[in-house]
C-alpha cells in the first residue's frame, strides 16, 4: 500500500516536472531558447534584467534561506519550550502529566542547541566560504 502511494506521488512529480517547461515556454510565446537572444552576450550575463530575476550573488541567498529556515526553526523550538512549561505548570500534580512535559521540555532545549549550533557552524562556513571566494570580508559589499 504505502509503495503504491509513493510510486503514484513519483508519477505526479515526474508528470509536473514535465509541465513546468511547456508552461515557460507557452508564457515566453515560444521556446525557452528566445528568451534571451543577444549575440553580443553569449554567455546571457545580461539576461538578467530581461527575466526578472535578482542580481545579487547566489552566496547571499542561500545564507538569507539558510537564516531564515533556522530562525523558523528557533521559534519552533521555543513555542515548544512554552508549551511543555504550560503543560507542567497546569498538571495538577499528575505524574504522568508532569513526565510528559518533562520529555518534551528537553528535547525541546535539545533540539534548541542543536538549531544554535548548527546556525553558528553555517554563520562561520557561510561567512569564511564568501571571504575567500569574494577576497573581502562579509559584509563590506552585500548591500546594494
Do not use: H
Given at each position: ?33 528566445t ?28 545564507t ?13 523550538a ?67
Amino acid at each position: 500500500m504505502k509503495n503504491t502511494r509513493f510510486y503514484s506521488l513519483f508519477l505526479v512529480g515526474i508528470f509536473c516536472m514535465a509541465l513546468i517547461p511547456a508552461a515557460l515556454s507557452a508564457s515566453t510565446g515560444g521556446t525557452l531558447a528566445t528568451f534571451c537572444d543577444d549575440s553580443d552576450d553569449p554567455l546571457g550575463l545580461e539576461c538578467v534584467q530581461e527575466s526578472g530575476l535578482s542580481d545579487r550573488d547566489p552566496r547571499i541567498i542561500i545564507t538569507s534561506i539558510i537564516n531564515v529556515t533556522l530562525g523558523l526553526l528557533r521559534i519552533i523550538a521555543t513555542v515548544l519550550i512554552l508549551y511543555a512549561g504550560f503543560r507542567w505548570m497546569t498538571s495538577g500534580g499528575n505524574q504522568e502529566s508532569v513526565d510528559t512535559a518533562k520529555k518534551t521540555l528537553f528535547a525541546a532545549v535539545v533540539g534548541l542547541v542543536i538549531i544554535l549550533s548548527a546556525y553558528a557552524i553555517s554563520n562561520y562556513v557561510l561567512t569564511n566560504l564568501y571571504k575567500a571566494t569574494k577576497g573581502v570580508p562579509y559584509g563590506n559589499d552585500i548591500l546594494r
